[in-house]
Every structure is written in C-alpha cells, then in structure tokens.
C-alpha cells in the first residue's frame, strides 16, 4: 500500500468540446488497479492526470501528497508512465540514452545514470542492449524499453496505457510476470482482461463514469456481460439497416 495513493476530488476535465469527467472524486491506494471501458471511456485521461500531463479544470489530483499543478514538477519522481504508443515515448536513438533519461534529469550524474541503465536493462535480461539503435528494436523490444525508461527514475506509481497491444502472447505473459514481481502501485487500462490476474481493484469507465468498481472478479463480468450485450444489439440492429442498405460506420459516432 503507498502512504497516500492518488486521490481525484471534484475533477472536472473537458477536452475539445467534451466533458471527459465531471465531479470526479476517487481514492487508488491498491498496489494493483486495472481500468477497462470502451474507446473514448476516460481511461487514457485518467491516467494522464495522475501524471500531470492533463490538468483538471476543477478539482484536484494529488499523487503522494503531491498535487499535480502545483508541484507538477517534482511528479517524474513519483509516477512513471507507458505510453499506448511507443514511438509518443521514446525521443533517445538508443536503448541507454532512452532509459538513462530518467536518473539523468533528476541530477544524476551521466556515468552514474549510464550505469544505472545498464544494471536496470541487465536485470529485465536486456544486458548489453544500451549501445542498440531503437528503431532497430521490434515493437516488443521497444515497448519493454520503454517500461524500463519509465522505471528508471525509480518511481512509486507506475502508469500503463494498454501497453500490450502490439506484443505475442508470450510477450505478453512475460510482461505480466514482470509487471507482478514490480514492487511499486501500478495502475493500467488494457482490453486484455487476463492482464487483470490478480490485480486487487478494476474500474470499469463508461463515459467519463465509474459504472463499476471492485475486485476484478466482480467487476469483470460485468464489464463483459455489457460488452456482449451491446455487441448482440449491434449485430442485430446491423442486419435490420443492411437490408435498407445502409450497413454500420455511416451513422453518427456513438455518444
Ligand atoms: N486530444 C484530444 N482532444 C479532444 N478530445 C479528446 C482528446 N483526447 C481524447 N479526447 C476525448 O476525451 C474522451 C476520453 O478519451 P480517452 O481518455 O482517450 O479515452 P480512452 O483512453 O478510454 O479511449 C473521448 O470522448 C475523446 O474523444
Ligand atoms: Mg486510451
């Protein structure tokens, strides 16, 4: 458990013309907490206003006793954070510049940093790997440095926005065995569900709302059961407009 965990109070976020959330008000103090909902539910904007990359335009969020507008400086010490998107993170053309990063801007000196890199990528079975180009890397390779960049700073909250998408199965597994043996909070979206294994707390996000919220075996069937659901409908109500001939993706986006 961390001494405060991330606390949201009265957020309010709206982005473009949207309102994202509104009167947002949550504790995560679990080690372990998945965020599951459709596109477009909050789950990436909640993960960035833990990391101050999104700030509320009401309201609060705090991360270890830090708020994220006032001391939005001091978060990269606090909050790691990996990205849906690799190629939105890395900014290093190699492995040890990417991950040395982290140390390296809070003040460590290069070869210290260097070093810390290379113990961190010898400890994940990457030793030798800081001299590689990154675009060399596959996109497995690459989403592991960048969890390991987001590592590097030592943080106490680690953030993942379905950082699993592009990898094989038994990368995937690989990560997760990683991920369980962190001995930091993490908090990450996914569409994968057995990522969830284990996790102590889900919420589930429906448009900007928590529609459930729990231990993942309560919330999980929940969330699925909904999605089945939905899908039924869909299919029904698309063959009801295929046969007027307009089939799906030509109406208004969903709400
Ligand atoms: N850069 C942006 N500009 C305007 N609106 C955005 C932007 N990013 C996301 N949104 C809107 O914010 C809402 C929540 O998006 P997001 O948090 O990315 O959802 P998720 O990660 O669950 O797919 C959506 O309605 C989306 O359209
Ligand atoms: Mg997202």
Redesign the pocket.
């Known amino acids: 458990m961390q001494p405060d965990g991330v606390q949201f109070a009265g957020v309010e976020v709206t ?2 013309t ?1 309102t ?1 959330f509104s009167g947002l008000s949550l504790t995560l103090s679990e080690r372990r907490i998945g965020l599951v ?10 993960l960035r206003l833990v990391n101050g990359l999104i700030l509320p335009d009401a309201g609060r969020v705090t991360v270890a006793g830090l708020d994220t507008r006032a001391d939005r400086r001091r978060l990269p010490a606090h909050v790691g954070f990996v990205f849906q998107n690799v190629d939105h993170q890395i900014i290093f053309p190699t492995v040890r510049e990417e991950v040395a990063f982290g140390p390296l801007s809070q003040g460590m000196a290069k070869a210290q940093a260097n070093a810390a890199a290379e113990r961190l990528l010898a400890r994940h079975g990457c030793a030798g790997w800081g001299e590689r180009a990154v675009s060399d890397l596959s996109e497995g390779q690459k989403q592991l440095v960048c969890i390991l960049s987001a590592l590097a700073a030592g943080p106490r909250i680690l953030l993942l ?1 379905e950082p699993f998408s592009s990898l094989d199965l038994a990368t995937r597994l690989a990560f997760a065995a990683r991920l369980a043996a962190l001995d930091l909070q993490v908090v990450m ?1 996914s569409h994968d569900l057995h990522l969830f294994d284990g996790f102590d707390r889900v919420l589930w ?1 429906k448009s ?1 709302t928590i529609a459930a919220d729990g231990p993942p075996a309560t919330v999980l069937p929940l969330y699925e059961a909904d999605a089945r659901a939905r899908a039924a409908a869909h299919q029904d109500s698309g063959m009801d407009h295929g046969a007027a001939g307009s089939p799906r993706g030509t109406g208004p986006a969903p709400a």
């Open positions: 982005r473009g949207r994202v909902g459709d596109n477009g539910s909050g789950k990436s904007t909640l926005d979206a996000l900007g």
